[in-house]
């Protein structure tokens, strides 16, 4: 190997030197375009976040609300309907329902009508007057035609019990306004019903002058009369008849063969109506 002369080494190390001090002071050299370029963002930073502060709308207070109507005011201001209540508002219809069915009027089975009724269609009664008693073969009952002939239940009991052929061709009943009237001038007449109870001849009776004629019944003799009725019905009384008894009883103006002497005896009284004092007929 040759051997470098030192005189050589000591040039080597000095140019060596002289490379690292200048490319050292290049690292850190900053020239003055680069200053300046990089200087500008620093000194852009601080206006263009100002511009874009300024670009934020600053928080405006908000706007008063306009005032409500008067018409919600008031709604507002009014009473409501407790919150309790509602449930009873929701049961009002079954209550209604309810105390609807409290109004209807009970089936009560009155004699006086049911029964009565029952035995005027049974005896054939309503064959020949008509169910409503409109007439037909017989002489009308309705609209007071019943006691505009016979003024005193007694006098039809007669009648009906005897029937028109036991009298045939004489007048019987108050005169009327079409005159007094005569058994068997209309050609027809009317059987006899002396099968009748007593009980069953006062029920059709009552029938026939209250229901059919429409008689005023609110004279406390003829509430006295349906309630003695009534007694009867309930104890199911079958007194026959009392033929005699009723002649007895009838009015001979009316009542062909009637004496007119009245009840024999207080245990045996007329039947019908009878004023303050009287007992009705114990049938």
């Known amino acids: 190997m040759t051997e ?8 080597s190390r000095a140019a060596k030197g002289k490379g690292d001090e200048g490319a050292s002071s290049d690292s850190t050299a900053v020239t003055p375009a680069a200053a300046a370029a990089s200087a500008a963002p620093a000194a852009a930073g601080p206006p263009a976040v100002a511009a874009a502060a300024a670009a934020i709308p600053a928080d405006k207070p908000a706007p008063a609300p306009a005032p409500e109507p008067h018409y919600i005011e ?46 005027y269609a049974e005896a054939g009664c ?15 009952l309705s609209d007071g035609n019943v006691w505009e002939t016979f003024p005193d239940p007694v006098d039809q009991m007669v009648h009906i019990v005897r029937g028109s ?13 079409d005159g007094q009237r005569v058994a068997g001038a209309s050609g027809n007449n009317m059987p006899a019903f002396g099968e009748l109870t007593m009980l069953e001849l006062e029920l059709v009776v009552f029938h026939e002058r209250a229901v059919l004629s429409g008689e005023d019944t609110s004279s406390a003799a003829y509430q006295e009369w349906m309630e003695h009725l009534r007694e009867l019905e309930e104890e199911g009384d079958e007194t026959p008849v009392d033929f005699d008894l009723l002649l007895a009883c009838a009015n001979p103006d009316y009542t ?14 007329c039947p019908g109506p009878h004023a303050e004092g009287e007992e009705v007929a114990a049938g």
């Not at 062909?256 to 009284?269: L, Y």
Request: proline share 9%; charged share 20%.
């Open 4 to 11: 470098i002369p030192e005189h050589l080494l000591k040039r």
């Open 74 to 119: 008031a709604a507002k201001a009014r009473r409501r309907i407790p919150a309790w209540v509602l449930p009873l508002v929701g049961a009002l219809p079954i209550w209604a329902i309810a105390f609807a069915g409290t109004m209807q009027q009970p089936e009560v089975e009155d004699p006086l009508f049911t029964g009565a009724e029952a035995i």
């Open 126 to 140: 309503a064959g020949c007057h008509g169910g409503g008693g409109g007439g037909g073969v017989g002489y009308q």
């Open 165 to 177: 052929s036991a009298i045939n061709g004489e007048a019987y009943g108050a005169e009327r306004s």
């Open 256 to 269: 062909p063969g009637a004496t007119g002497v009245g009840a024999p005896d207080e245990d045996h009284p």
